[in-house]
């Protein structure tokens, strides 16, 4: 590893911009940096891992991150590679979503070590809620120009966009609460860096203008690249929709996958982008997946690291057996040690039929079960050769033509796992 947290950047891929002076500064003495979190949703999706990575990485260099929650400016709704405004949230929202932010990134960071470099979490409503229109247009609209404003690429891009609606006077405020933010903390915590995504730029810099203009100081920025996918489709997004962080939102099971589905060339780029790995043990681990790629050994490592990281060892080895489920060898007992929305989550589209409690309490033949209550196999006969093949499975273990379904058979105390041969599955669910 080494001491400088800007080159650190650099090999990993993340750096995409910096202010001149700001890696010497880094390099000089202990730093305070910010970067601010948008309270859209109660939870960050894997997006907002990239700037969590940020904050740690600086942490681990032995500077102080602070991270921002935007609740003042959530009100608003940043424009910086928007193509529409968004729905403002209300307070009650607001309130929630900025809690539930604040829970996850407790996890990656060190709040509460009482060490010099403990991060903080700040709330810019906190600063901004008494602040009167009157004393923001006085004290720090008047530092800051119309046209510096209209220069940057998030107010030009929105104003030329094809849609022609235009550009409300609330986002175009944002850039400057922004930048009040920045100097906020300039002042109050000796914060001397902001860092963020790359369509961030014109934001970040408008805040050092202002610390520049207003109080004579000296801020930096730093930018981070914008990760996409080779294929041209949406980082962070699978069929279902965003991958969360929450994993109420999105299983570890499903968050593991999404990671083990990656390309080979995104890979190469992910695993130096979302993992601590060093550098030596990743440039050994790319080598060693360029000569047998199919055992996907980089997929793998990084979906190991990430699950681990977002959720924790314990639910990294349920997605594992989870996934050794559908493509590996597993037993009844790994099926039922799946939680309900695990479960339903690995066998997503398979088909299903309902029976009833009743029915299986007393007790249900195997044929029955296959062709008559569930209408798995077309007709008894075909039941029955299946069965003679030895190709029938009930929750992963082969069963004979004496079989009896019942309660016992239960997984998730809801469901039955029909299989014939290695991939013919279908689930009946009892009411």
Known sequence: MTNNFVEELRWRGLLHDAMPGTEEQLNKEVTSAYIGFDPTADSLHIGGLVPIILL??????????????????????????????????????????????????????????????????????????????????????????VNYMMAKDSVKNRLNAESNEGMSFTEFTYQLIQGYDFLHLYKEKNCLLQMGGSDQWGNITTGTELIRRKVQG????????????????????????????????????????????ASDDDSEKYIKIFTFLDKETIEKLIEEHKEQPHLRLLQKTIANEVTRMVHSEEALENAIKASNILFGKSTSGDLKGLDEKTFLDVFEGVPQAEISRTDLEEGIDIITALNEK???????????????????????????????????????????????????YFLLRVV
């Open 56 to 145: 740690k990485h600086f942490q681990q260099f032995g500077h102080k991150p602070i991270a921002l929650v935007g609740g003042a400016t959530g009100m608003i709704g940043d424009p910086s590679g928007k193509s529409n405004e968004r729905n403002l949230l209300d307070e009650a929202a607001l309130t929630k979503n900025v809690n539930g932010i604040k829970g996850q990134l407790s996890k990656f960071l060190d709040f509460s070590s009482g060490a010099d470099n403990a991060a903080e979490l700040v709330n810019n409503y906190d600063w901004m809620k008494e602040l009167s229109f009157l004393d923001f247009a006085r004290d720090i609209g008047k530092h800051i120009t």
């Open 218 to 261: 000296k801020a930096y920025a730093i930018t981070c690249t914008l990760i996409t996918k080779a294929d041209g489709t949406k980082f962070g997004k699978s069929e279902g929709g965003n991958v969360w962080l929450d994993p109420e939102r999105t299983s570890p099971y499903k968050f593991y996958q999404y990671w083990l589905n």
């Open 374 to 424: 569930s209408g798995f196999l077309k007709s008894n006969g075909e039941a029955r050769r299946a069965l003679k093949e030895n190709s029938i499975s009930i929750n992963k273990e082969k069963v004979k033509d004496d079989h009896t379904l019942s309660v016992e058979d239960l997984i998730a105390d809801k469901f039955v796992l029909l299989q014939r041969g290695k991939k013919n």
